[in-house]
């Protein structure tokens, strides 16, 4: 029978090693590098993706040396012990027929330590260090450094080496005039600003021998003022497949770019084209990258040719077993990455090790967890059924894990659909991506045989009389009404009016509380009406110029036509939007400001009437003119059935929202599903 997805499950034949498909785990700091016994939970979560199918695999970024950590005591290969401790990981990976590479990163001016270097003196918006301006002495024993390290990559046992050569990091710093100042041989001229990416290429090839993979991940699209033009990365690319490297892979847009590359709001695929235009250049293969998250996608985009192989890094977090499900035709149980970046970057930029939000078993808990599901288990245990009320994030996930285990599961919910705040948060443009977690989990709630009654309300009572000792409640938050004179004014909405129920809303807005849930509102409420194509609206919001006239591939941003006037507002001092996550926040705030949405804090509401919402601001009162009030003030929980089931002797287990409204999110929510249910015998 033809497979699903025929062009990537063919296997990459690299002369003297083949790639058994053309899936490739992309690089992605972990947090792992630099944890103590990091290298043994790395071998467990390589060898979780090398049996769950990934064709080939990259670590995340090691230095060449001290200078080129990422932070202080970064991870590094210098040395044979070094090398001798990452044979763990190799030796895990080759056990389970995966291959495996490892990147070498040099962090240049991005790094967040005092000792860092760079082609020229100028300090970067992402580190609080200036760089030292580095000696052609320390050049040259730079590009030895990184050949260094890629024979110790070889004699670690690693099937090849990934030089990180994007993303704004030291080598693209001297490739890019806006970080290049020197005039000397490694300056000035576009011969001399690639020549120390070439010099390292050529000689990783001499030391680590040409029976060894060899990646170059190639800046092809800067997304900042003064980087490269396309006439460069297209030399850059030829001299890089000169120097004999394997595969060329797609880098896109510097850390500082203020454009969101990842983040949900991209588009699916959004930059396959920039590989595209690459690909009838280069004779050796080309790896396309950046939001595909689905087999469907990156099916699409090696049959349209736009590629040889697809980077994916989260989603093989989101499901280390992506390609075995694509492979055997269960790609509806894929559990999707869904670009939150609210458990991977956002920890790993807080210092914490990465997880996923949809999967909570990633990192943290893969090794340390007890499989529940044992080998060949398929069916349903003896034990007495369990209740689980509310299928939202929490109760989905709880309901999923006990059922996994063979009990007996039913999964009360009071609406007529499963999903609780995921339903409001896919209504929001750009987080689409909401719908394949709903996707995941009804595929598996129906696979594992959980019993679902929607539209139930059930009352303790009720509960009791059907015998249940054992009741999971999952049963969420209700929106927090505040106090405000006025609050029951028929201009008055709540989130979920404007989200769930769709009331109609006026053309100029306030909307109290500027959390998670405010922002959301106000970027539903200032899309333009008539947005055409996603893609071509996002290249033009953020002025992403895909016939890559200027260097950088960056044109100015398009005005958007937007619909109302909002004013979102915040109680508490500071930044509004101060809580959103480390990797998205700003681009949320920078959509608003775009849009003229006014971000005030300090405020204070006095009351709400037919003129409008009646404020004070640093000591300064006002009334805002609006149409209409949208609370999105917080929640509390909704926990009723709690107490009467405990006293009557139920064992009940509170997770979610439902135990603690406050900083509620997703990513808490699911895990404590999953690990409740991982407690209950
Ligand atoms: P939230 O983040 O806690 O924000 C609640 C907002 O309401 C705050 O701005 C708060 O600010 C204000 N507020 C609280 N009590 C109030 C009162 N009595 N009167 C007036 N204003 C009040 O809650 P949320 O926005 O509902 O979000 C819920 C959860 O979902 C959060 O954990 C959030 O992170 C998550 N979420 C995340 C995203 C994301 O993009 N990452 C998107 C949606 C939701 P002041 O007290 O300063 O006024
Ligand atoms: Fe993807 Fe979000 Fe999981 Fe990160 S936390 S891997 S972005 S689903």
């Known amino acids: 029978m033809k497979p699903d997805y025929p062009h990537l499950f063919k296997p990459l034949d690299l002369g003297f090693t083949v790639l058994k498909n053309r899936a490739l785990m992309g690089s992605m700091h972990t947090g792992l590098e630099e944890h103590k016994d990091g290298l043994k939970a790395m071998a467990d979560y390589f060898a979780a993706r090398a049996r769950g199918g990934a064709g080939l695999m990259v670590t995340g970024g090691i230095a ?68 030292w301006k580095m000696s052609r002495r320390l050049i040259r024993s730079t ?65 680590a021998g040409h029976d060894f993979i060899v990646i170059y991940r190639l800046s092809m699209l800067d997304l900042v003022e003064d980087g490269s033009s396309w006439e460069e990365v297209e030399q850059l690319a030829l001299a890089i497949e000169a120097t004999g490297a394997s595969m060329i892979n797609t880098g896109i847009g510097w850390h500082e770019a203020r454009i969101p590359t990842i983040a949900t709001v991209v588009p699916r695929g959004a930059y396959g084209w920039v590989t595209k235009r690459l690909k009838d250049q280069i004779k050796i293969p080309l790896i396309t990258t950046n939001r595909i998250n689905s087999p469907e996608k990156a099916e699409q985009l090696l049959q349209d040719g736009f590629a040889d192989m697809i980077s994916m890094a989260r989603p093989f977090l989101a499901d280390p077993d992506f390609m075995a499900k694509a492979r055997t035709g269960r790609s509806q149980e894929i559990n999707t990455c869904i670009a939150c970046n609210q458990a991977c970057l956002d920890y790993i930029f807080n210092r914490k090790l990465a997880s996923c939000m949809v999967n909570p078993m990633t ?23 369990i209740a689980v009320i509310g299928a939202g994030p929490a109760g989905l996930s709880a309901a999923l894990e006990l059922a996994k285990s063979g009990k007996e599961v039913h999964l009360f919910e ?23 977690t709903l996707r995941y989990f009804t595929t598996m709630l129906e696979k594992h045989e959980v019993q ?35 609050i029951g004014h028929y201009k008055v909405l709540s989130y979920i009016d404007v989200l769930k129920y769709k009331k109609a809303v006026g053309k100029s807005v306030a909307i109290i509380g500027a959390g998670g849930i405010g ?46 006037k909002v004013w979102l507002l915040q109680r508490s001092k500071g930044k509004v939007g101060q809580g959103l996550g480390k990797t998205t926040g700003w681009a949320h705030r920078l959509t608003l400001k775009r ?14 009437d037919n003129k409008g919402l009646h404020i004070t601001v640093n000591g300064e009162s006002t009334i805002l003119d609006v149409d209409n009030v949208i609370i999105c003030a917080g929640q509390e929980s909704l926990s009723k059935l709690y107490e009467p089931l405990t006293k009557a002797g139920v064992r009940v287990h509170l997770i979610g929202g439902a135990k603690k409204a406050g900083e509620l999110d997703a990513v808490r929510a699911i895990r404590e599903g999953y690990l409740t249910a991982n407690a209950i015998e």
């Open 595 to 608: 849009r003229g949405v006014h971000m005030w804090s300090s405020v204070v509401y006095n009351k709400i």
């Open 64 to 131: 060449p040396n001290r200078q080129g950590w990422l932070t202080p005591f970064g991870a590094k290969l210098s040395t044979s012990s070094e090398a001798k401790k990452h044979r763990t990981v190799t030796e895990a990976v080759h056990a389970e027929d995966g291959k495996i590479c490892m990147q070498i990163l040099h962090a240049g001016r991005y790094a967040v330590h005092p000792f860092q270097v760079a082609p020229s003196p100028i300090k970067s918006v992402i580190s609080p260090f200036k760089p």
């Open 143 to 207: 590009i030895n450094d990184f050949a260094h390290s890629a024979s110790l990559a070889r004699e670690a046992g690693y099937d090849g080496i990934e030089i990180m050569g994007s993303e704004g990091y030291l080598i693209n710093q001297f490739i890019a005039p806006r970080t290049n100042k020197r005039n000397d041989d490694w300056g000035g001229s576009f011969e001399n600003r690639i020549r120390f990416p070439l010099e390292i290429m050529k000689k990783v090839r001499e030391q």
């Open 363 to 385: 990192l943290g808990l893969e090794t340390q967890m007890p499989q529940k599901v044992k080998p060949g288990f398929s069916g349903k245990t003896q034990s007495a059924p």
């Open 414 to 436: 009071s609406s007529k659909e499963i999903g609780g705040q995921f339903n409001m948060a896919k209504q929001i443009p750009g987080k689409e991506e909401f719908h394949e």
């Open 519 to 564: 922002f959301d509102v106000a970027a539903y409420l200032t899309t333009p009406e008539s947005a055409d194509d996603a893609l071509e609206q996002y290249y033009a919001e953020w002025g992403i110029d895909p016939t890559y006239q200027n260097r950088g591939g960056l044109k100015k941003p398009e005005d958007e036509n937007v619909p109302r």
């Open 452 to 486: 679902i009654h929607l539209d139930t309300q059930v009352s303790a009572e009720w509960l009791l009389q059907k015998g249940y000792k054992e009741v999971v409640l999952a049963t969420g938050v209700t929106p927090r009404i505040p106090a405000i004179e006025g």
